[in-house]
């Protein structure tokens, strides 16, 4: 299965960037057969698919053709030696680990290897458990890489791509509000019809508060990038906050029977920043935790005071966040969608929102998902003073 | 009038589907829908119609592609190949500058592109003249 079936996804992103398939290809270039005998062995026990190749040039076309996740390679060879297979490795498959397996594993060779490239060194002779322990840790390696190159392909995208998904974004409803009135004006009058256009109706208010609140979210971001939102700082007392959200959403909750609960210190949780930001934050933190929950589930927001930062966690008993999801999930119109989920309104903004808000704040957001257990957002934020209040409302020239 | 005519709107907007559903049922034809390129494929099979409206850009960016392709070069839908599409998509540009990718240009038939919010008389039209009534 793809993954991000989620959201607006980039087609044809990253043609080159494969995803780990649990069944990884490892390439074995020694020309002694006894190692590679030994390393078939042991790396096909684990599960990987191995190939081997008794010297360079061959073990190269192996490479081009195969492009595997991980190649093994003896330093010391006849013909092309392992430093110049290193070096073409990384030319043909750059995200390729290459491990160097040598008899005379002095550091010199092993740091000419490393500089050429090579990720690790296992100097022979090696017990099976070495070299699957340097084998998983290259993989884990290469996993990290590909996910971090596949990020940064999709941010520039999503970035070189923002105004054609904002426009898309408010075109999709607006575009249905438009096609609705049209077939109203010219569908005859009938009993029938007089229905269907009272129905209609209804549904384009909904759209177009749809394309209010995509408005609304962008506008929310872009005053944060300019700053104007985010430099007040008043004393705000979050508990009031939470709980007026809560009772904004007591039907929403309600309807799915899910329990709103919130646990505060007593004598409070204040904090020095903008009442609106915050409210924006929790808000956004707590709709998810109602919207991305299951029925009769629970949303529990608690906070606490320690060390001079208020932590304040919003959990909900949902359906949790798929691990590949997280990585992109204060993207902007990164949305959530999973077969067998029910389908859940939104800008997709929110979360960008909450954590810029969150970094302007001088905090951290941060996540624990579990899928189908629950997510729990995590949001530390510095606590007031009385001092560093006036302090901050002086150096804002208030 | 085409009486009994199938049409099938693959399309990820349900209000759009409804709207353009209501005009073409009270024209007579039947209508069948789908909100994603997988389910379209499912109906295609399932009803044979004579006409697709696919909407190009649906949740997963270009999937209206994915479903010409998969009907025009896939073995499975072999016996679908001559149903006329009808690719829809709310973008102002042409499609060729819009979509300057290998391959893609090749799947709209310029006289069977339009743009949402459709132009129903001319929507009406276009379905009228290039539907398959078995």
Not at chain 1, 75 to 80: E, S
């Given at each position: 299965m793809e993954p991000n079936r989620a959201s607006i996804c980039v087609p044809s992103?990253?043609?080159?960037?494969?995803?780990?398939?649990?069944q990884e290809t490892i390439v074995v270039v020694d020309d002694d057969h006894a190692i590679r005998l030994s390393c078939q062995k042991i790396l096909a026990k684990a599960g990987f698919r191995v190939e081997t190749f008794e010297n360079g040039a061959r073990g190269l076309e192996g490479v081009t053709e195969l492009r595997p996740a991980l190649v093994i390679v003896d330093?010391?060879?006849?013909?092309?030696s392992g430093i110049e297979v290193i070096a073409r490795v990384r030319e043909i498959c750059p995200q390729t680990i290459v491990i160097v397996i040598t008899g005379y594993a002095t550091i010199d060779t092993a740091v000419e290897a490393m500089k050429s490239g090579a990720y690790d060194f296992l100097p022979k002779p090696f017990s099976p458990e070495a070299l699957r322990m340097i084998v998983n840790r290259g993989l884990e390696r290469r996993n990290l890489l590909l996910l971090t190159e596949r990020s940064e392909l999709e941010r520039e995208m999503l970035k070189r791509r923002f105004v054609t998904f904002v426009s898309h974004q408010l075109q999709t409803p607006l575009v249905a509000v438009h096609q609705y009135l049209d077939v109203i004006n010219q569908l005859d009058d009938t009993q029938q019809t007089a229905a269907k256009k009272r129905e209609w109706i209804d549904r384009c208010l909904r759209r177009t508060e749809e394309m209010q609140a995509i408005i609304r979210d962008w506008l929310t971001l872009a005053k944060l990038e300019g700053g104007t939102l985010s430099r007040v700082k008043v004393k705000v007392d979050l508990e009031r906050i939470v709980r007026d959200i809560f009772a904004t959403y007591e039907q929403l909750a309600a309807a799915e029977e899910i329990t709103l609960e919130a646990r505060f210190p007593e004598g409070g949780c204040f904090v020095p920043g903008d009442h609106n930001c915050l409210n924006v934050l929790f808000d956004n933190l707590i709709v998810n935790a109602i919207k991305y929950n299951k029925r009769g589930g629970r949303v529990t927001v608690s906070a606490e005071l320690a060390d001079g930062e208020v932590a304040v966690s919003v959990a909900d008993t949902g359906v949790g966040i798929p691990e590949r999801c997280r990585p992109m999930l204060?993207?902007?119109f990164y949305r959530i969608e999973r077969e067998g989920c029910k389908k859940v309104s939104g800008t997709g903004l929110g979360l960008l929102i909450s954590k810029r808000i969150v970094t302007e704040m001088g905090g951290t957001i941060s996540l624990e998902s579990e899928v189908d257990a629950g997510s729990t957002f995590r949001v530390r934020l510095p606590e007031w003073h009385e001092d560093a209040g006036e302090a901050a409302g002086r150096a804002n020239g208030d | 009038m085409a009486t009994g005519a199938r049409v099938l709107m693959i399309d990820d907007d349900a209000d759009f589907r409804e709207s353009v559903r209501t005009v073409l049922e009270s024209n007579g034809y039947e209508v069948f829908e789908a909100a994603t390129g997988k389910e379209g494929l499912q109906k295609l099979v399932e009803h044979?119609?004579?006409l697709i409206i696919l909407d190009i850009m649906m949740e997963c960016c270009t999937e209206g592609y994915g479903v010409n392709q998969a009907i025009k070069y896939q073995d499975a839908f072999e016996g679908y190949r001559n149903i006329p599409i009808v690719m829809v998509s709310s973008?102002?540009?042409?499609p060729d500058e819009r979509f300057p990718m290998a391959?893609?240009?090749?799947?709209?038939?310029p006289d069977l592109y339009m743009t949402k919010p459709l132009d129903i008389p001319r929507f009406l039209e276009v379905v009228r003249k290039t539907i398959r009534t078995s």
């Open positions: 992103l990253t043609p080159e960037v494969s995803e780990p398939t649990g330093l010391k060879m006849p013909g092309l204060f993207r902007e | 044979k119609p004579g973008i102002e540009q042409s391959g893609e240009l090749d799947m709209i038939r």
